[in-house]
């Protein structure tokens, strides 16, 4: 079965350092989005690719960065982790609206927490 | 800036009663979803409706959307124990761009 994974699932941090969460999909979606979630602040955008070697900056992109080198993949680097980077990640993929199909589809979530 | 508020932010209700709980947003949209989320879990896709529907049914949910006042409500007849979750609305205010901007979401609990 089709589906969208990510690791690890759990990771505690340095500040300063780099971190790189992975996130993996076998839908073959050309769509893919990294969201955080935060109590009181629900999910926001971090930073999304609508295809292979397309990236784009969401709501909170700054102190990130993405790069898609293939369909499957979308990794998601904290150049130099800060605590208020500590949070709960979520990646999700799409298919092109032009299908006509809008729903994401979330992967399990990686908890950081950045010490 | 979150485009979707909901209300209420906690709802907690007798198993077999109804819970509804609403979404406003402040743009146009093409479409708008609801989605669960269990604890510890990713979110899940529940049912969509779109700018041009004013009501949609799928099992125990209906969704309403009033377009005027930029709200939509979400349904759950007959809850359930398995229902607790936390809820949200997410919308899609350009054509052409698939992101989506989620609320804050309602956090249902069922009482068995």
């Known amino acids: 079965d089709a589906e969208i994974t990510q690791s690890p699932r759990h990771k505690i941090t340095e500040t300063g350092r780099q971190v790189t969460l992975a996130c993996h999909q076998t839908?073959?979606?050309?769509?893919m989005f990294w969201y955080r979630q935060d109590l009181g602040h629900g999910l926001r955008l971090i930073h999304y690719s609508y295809g292979v070697h397309d990236t784009n900056k969401g709501e909170v992109s700054d102190g990130y960065s993405v790069s898609r080198s293939n369909t499957e993949d979308l990794p998601l680097t904290l150049e130099s982790a800060a605590s208020s980077q500590t949070s709960v990640y979520f990646c999700?993929?799409?298919?092109?609206?032009?299908?006509?199909?809008?729903?994401?589809?979330f992967g399990p979530g990686t908890r950081l927490t950045v010490t | 800036s979150q485009q979707g508020e909901e209300d209420p932010q906690a709802l907690s209700i007798q198993e077999g009663e109804n819970a509804t709980m609403n979404c406003s947003y402040k743009?146009?949209?093409?479409?708008l979803q609801w989605y669960r989320q269990n604890s510890g879990r990713g979110l899940v896709h529940l049912i969509l409706i779109r700018s041009n529907e004013r009501e949609k049914h799928s099992g125990r949910l209906r969704v309403t959307l009033d377009t005027s006042k930029k709200s939509s409500s979400l349904l759950i007849t007959a809850s359930r124990a398995a229902d607790t979750a936390s809820y949200f609305c997410a919308t899609d205010a350009e054509y052409g761009n698939e992101k989506l901007t989620f609320g804050t979401g309602t956090r249902l609990t069922i009482i068995p």
């Open positions: 839908w073959n979606h050309n769509n």
């Open positions: 999700a993929s799409s298919y092109d609206r032009d299908r006509g199909l809008y729903e994401q589809y």
């Open positions: 743009t146009s949209i093409n479409n």
